[in-house]
């Protein structure tokens, strides 16, 4: 870290001795979710802030500057348009050396605002394809061409396009949507293991929390996602009641909100139906303490996400995983080594996986788990997202002189 924070204190903008770079972070409703990357880069030497369209309070909390916008998920050009002013009018106030933007659509947005307000530095980073590129439905596959000719834009107006996983990067070179040289691999959005691992339940803890959720003997296998058929919540239903049928100790909890995402909204009533087999716990605030109850992690997605941050911390935690054949989930999961991949929307394969898993012993399950700790905290961890961002942050401010 000192190497980093050595090179941050060394640049100046404009020449000038008194200040470091601002950093200004881009998002949408979760920004907060990076608040521990802004503290790891503001302990390098650099000024720190946030845009975003939820409420600031945490940034408040963390002594982090924040301001909001108005963002709305889905494509409609009016709002859109007004996003793009309100994002121009905030750099031109603010002035950052540096913006980084994240997600679909302030990555897309983000790059052209700053280049209107001459922000120096531009960066980016695709956290996945999302939904456009993980449906089939006529609206998604008329998106598709549209939503490549923003990224064209967007990777123009910015100094440098970074991704989390390799496909997601073969797929942008390939159509032409960025170039080699104004993009990099960053794996992940960087998880702090140590703070992780430090909020980890005790043994007393854990036996409390799994009486009183009324969890058996049996293993515990368990899915955190949001309520969307794309992140495999009805496969995993599916699968819990094929392996119940089998053995009735295994227990099986959900957890996440109920979305609001249209089609892809799965409705509680469509959950209660598997009530007999599955313990839907709704949205929780305590995800390391659910984790640490769990025997065995499950994300049968097939969305296109970056590198989803729950796999990473389920590893972290040393929980075994099973996840699917996608972009950013197979980077994380390696077969057979710490823990297994299947193939998608296949709930039959996600059963007889989960029933293999539930005949190990419990040196075995945990072999895997410590194997998938060691590999993420050597691949994903704050720390390497941290120094690779600042290294990016300096190489470009430098170019920009």
Known sequence: MATFEMSCKSYKPNGNSDRSPHVLFVGGEDVRMRIPLLLALRKRGFRVGAIGSEEGGQFSASGISYW?????RWIGPLADWRALRSLRTLFEDIKPDVIHAFDTK?????PTAATWANVPVKVRTITGMGYVFSSYTPA???LRPI??????????????TLFQNIDDQIYFRERGMVSPENSELVPGSGVDFDALESIKSSEEKIKRLRDALGLGSGIVVTMVARMVRQKGVIEFLRAAELVRRHDKEVNFLLVGPISGEGRQAIPISLIMKYSDSVN??????DIPDILSISDLFVLPTYYREGVPRVILEACGLGVPVITTDMPGCRDVVRHGYNGWVVPKRDEAALAETIKMVGLMDETQRKSFGMRGRSYVREN?????VADAYSNIYIRQLRKSK
């Open 147 to 160: 939503y490549r000719l923003f990224q064209r834009r967007a990777s123009a107006d910015s100094s440098m």
């Open 68 to 72: 909001r916008y108005n963002l709305h």
């Open 280 to 285: 839907y716990l709704g949205m929780r605030h």
């Open 140 to 142: 998604s596959l008329v």
């Open 380 to 384: 994903f961890s704050l720390d390497n």
């Open 106 to 110: 302030p990555g897309m947005l983000a």
